[in-house]
């Protein structure tokens, strides 16, 4: 059995679990409920919220449990990341992959640009979003991990 975890442990538990799976499931609401379908780099940023699932859950049911946490607050900012790099994409601030950006052959079928975004909500398109809610949860998950070492410290001052 693993030891207890304090409030601010539960709270980073519940987000390395909650964020990536929302994300995902908005992921999937867009492209099946709406025809928003992924380019490459969509992709990209999934797999990380794939892998961030697992090892959440890994940390309710072996130690060491905050390890799994942070391990998967590090998938989340991942993902974030690269939301963060297709965001630049889409606004042409960089160039992108060739083979999904304008570079891409304009005869292939059922290649979806990643330069281009498909939808956006307040200026920001999906991969933007995914930026900020990836990288935003990910640092909360850490400052929540940190919250606790930081009171052990004081405690034993």
């Known amino acids: 059995m693993t030891a207890p975890l304090s409030p601010s442990d539960k709270l980073a538990q519940r987000l390395a679990l909650g964020i990536p799976a929302l994300l995902l499931a908005g ?6 409920g709406f025809g928003l379908f992924p380019c490459e780099m969509c992709w990209w940023q999934r797999y990380p ?21 942070a391990l998967a607050g590090l998938a989340i900012f991942a993902s974030g990341f ?9 606004w042409h601030w960089w160039q992108g992959i060739t083979g999904c950006t ?7 079928l059922g290649v979806v640009r ?6 956006r909500f307040l200026g920001i398109s ?5 930026a900020l ?13 940190l919250a606790r070492d930081r009171r052990e410290k004081e405690a034993l001052a």
Not at 114 to 119: G, P, T
Not at 133 to 145: C, D, F, N, P, Q
């Open 82 to 90: 690269i939301g963060a790099f297709h965001a630049g994409v889409e």
């Open 133 to 145: 809610i990836s990288v935003g949860g990910a640092v909360a998950i850490w400052v929540l991990l």
């Open 27 to 32: 992921a999937y609401i867009s492209q099946y």
């Open 49 to 69: 919220h794939f892998a961030a699932i697992p090892l959440a859950f890994l940390s309710t049911v072996m130690a060491p449990r905050r390890v799994w946490i």
């Open 126 to 130: 999906l991969a933007g979003w995914n």
């Open 114 to 119: 990643c330069d281009e975004a498909a939808w």
């Open 102 to 108: 304008g570079q891409a052959d304009p005869f292939a």
